[in-house]
Antibody, heavy 125, light 111 residues
Framework: QVQLQESGPGLVKPSQTLSLTCTVSGGSISRGDYFWSWIRQHPGKDLEWIGYIHYSGSAYYKSSLKSRLTISLDTSKNQFSLNLSSVTAADTAVYYC?????????????????WGQGTLVTVSS | QSVLTQPPSVSGAPGQRVTISCTGSGSNIGAGYHVHWYQQLPGTAPKLLIYGNNNRPSGVPDRFSGSKSGTSASLAITGLQAEDEADYYCQSYDTTLSGWVFGGGTKLTVL
């Protein structure tokens, strides 16, 4: 079955760029109508959807993060990546990558399954 | 403050039935968007428990069920077991925010 695995630095300095990669195994990132997503969980345990990319290359971001966020796709490596610039302590969280599945009604009615194991990113000098 | 409101905690004895509520508004659950539920065991990633309001993925016991009415949804767990002790999250879509939203999570304690 499809599995996802996040990788990247666990510590990022304030004002720098947070970069993470999600490697997908057990299935092609280019098949199906999935939306490959990033979700983060803050220390207080709140979950926050960040954004997604479709295999066509189109990306969609949470509006409050749009100016700092880029999600990209590398189909040759079966990976997708997140870059979040100008980070602050508020960006400290466990970052998960997840496969979004659209319902027959459309993507907006969709859910996330499976999820990667998550990676903790701390923003600190 | 989460867009979807869940009780911070619920508890029940083994074998009992518990429910977890998820209250939204007219821009998310009330707008007809589906509600999905996730179980997060300590130290692990969330796992899909219920999708499309009331559907269970393969492998999820039928002790877990979901329902939706108006601007709210509920997750019911019957025959409570010690292994059910976890955090539970609801998720939907919000048209005002133009994105997917989660509840604040509910910690289930099995007494």
């Amino acid at each position: 079955q499809v599995q996802l695995q996040e990788s990247g630095p666990g510590l990022v300095k304030p004002s720098q760029t947070l970069s993470l990669t999600c490697t997908v195994s057990g299935g092609s990132i280019s098949r199906g109508d999935y939306f490959w997503s990033w979700i983060r969980q803050h220390p207080g345990k709140d979950l926050e959807w960040i954004g997604y990319i479709h295999y066509s290359g189109s990306a969609y971001y949470k509006s409050s993060l749009k100016s700092r966020l880029t999600i990209s796709l590398d189909t040759s490596k079966n990976q997708f990546s997140l870059n979040l610039s100008s980070v602050t302590a508020a960006d400290t969280a466990v970052y998960y990558c997840a496969r979004g599945t659209p319902s027959p009604y459309g993507a907006d009615w969709g859910w996330f399954d499976p999820w990667g194991q998550g990676t903790l990113v701390t923003v600190s000098s | 403050q989460s867009v979807l409101t869940q009780p911070p905690s619920v508890s029940g004895a083994p074998g009992q039935r518990v429910t977890i509520s998820c209250t939204g508004s007219g821009s998310n659950i009330g707008a007809g968007y589906h509600v999905h539920w996730y179980q997060q065991l300590p130290g692990t990633a969330p796992k899909l428990l219920i999708y499309g309001n009331n559907n269970r993925p393969s492998g999820v016991p039928d002790r877990f069920s979901g329902s939706k009415s108006g601007t709210s949804a509920s997750l019911a767990i019957t025959g409570l077991q010690a292994e059910d002790e976890a955090d539970y999250y609801c998720q939907s879509y919000d048209t005002t925010l133009s994105g997917w939203v989660f509840g604040g999570g509910t910690k289930l304690t099995v007494l």
